[in-house]
Antibody, heavy 117, light 108 residues
């Protein structure tokens, strides 16, 4: 079955970077893209970008450009999302999700990133 | 950037009642690019509807989606206990996957 397993929670200081992994199994990794979505405590969902593997392209919303990088290691079926220059506003649960066509049909379990001095 | 506005913010209903959730986009979008998700407390979101009206695998047929242009609707025909959750719409019409702020369906 399709599974996306994310790395564990992180505690970071302001100004630091975080890199979260998302290991995929149960399907052909490069056939589908991976999106990243975050959710601040008690808040809604915020789309952070996506990586469709077929063209090596990444698409980030303007808000995150310059401090986000999405990569993947196809030898281990693992996607990564690195966010730099963390502030307390980046405290959130971060999700990876498989993109089938346009919809996000399978999600990781989420990774809590806490930014605190 | 296309902004999605969901209404109402909270819907208080009883099991068995019909729920109607609205999602309005700030610009017209191709209905193929409109999705609905359900999120239960402590869980990751779950895709319910894609392309505005297509049920995802495993979505019960009491869930239906409709709409076009800038106005989209998710309808739950008869609420089951497990349907009390938060619902988000999402669009990809401008190549950014923005979400609405969510509608909470709570037990009255």
């Amino acid at each position: 079955q399709v599974q996306l397993v994310q790395s564990g929670g992180e505690l970071k200081k302001p100004g630091a970077s975080v890199k979260i992994s998302c290991k995929a199994s149960g399907y052909s990794f490069t056939t589908y893209g991976i999106n990243w979505v975050r959710q601040a405590p008690g808040q809604g969902l915020e789309w952070m970008g996506w990586m469709p593997f077929y063209n090596g392209y990444t698409n980030y919303p303007q808000k995150f450009r310059g401090r986000i990088t999405m990569t993947a290691d196809t030898s281990t079926n693992t996607a990564y999302m690195e966010l730099r220059g963390l502030t307390s506003d980046d405290t959130a649960v971060y999700y990876c999700a498989r993109a089938v066509g346009i919809g996000l049909d399978h999600w990781g379990q989420g990774t809590l990133v806490t930014v605190s001095s | 950037e296309i902004v999605l506005t969901q209404s109402p913010g909270t819907l208080s209903l009883s099991p068995g009642e019909r729920a109607t959730l609205s999602c309005r986009t700030s610009q017209r979008i191709n209905r193929s690019y409109l999705m609905w998700y359900q999120q239960r407390p402590g869980q990751a979101p779950r895709l319910l509807i894609y392309g505005a009206s297509n049920r995802a695998t495993g979505t019960p047929d009491r869930f239906s989606g409709s709409g076009s242009g800038t106005d989209f609707t998710l309808t739950i025909s008869s609420l089951e206990p497990e349907d009390f959750a938060v619902y988000f719409c999402q669009q990809y019409g401008d190549s950014t996957g923005t979400f609405g702020q969510g509608t909470k369906v709570e037990i009255k």
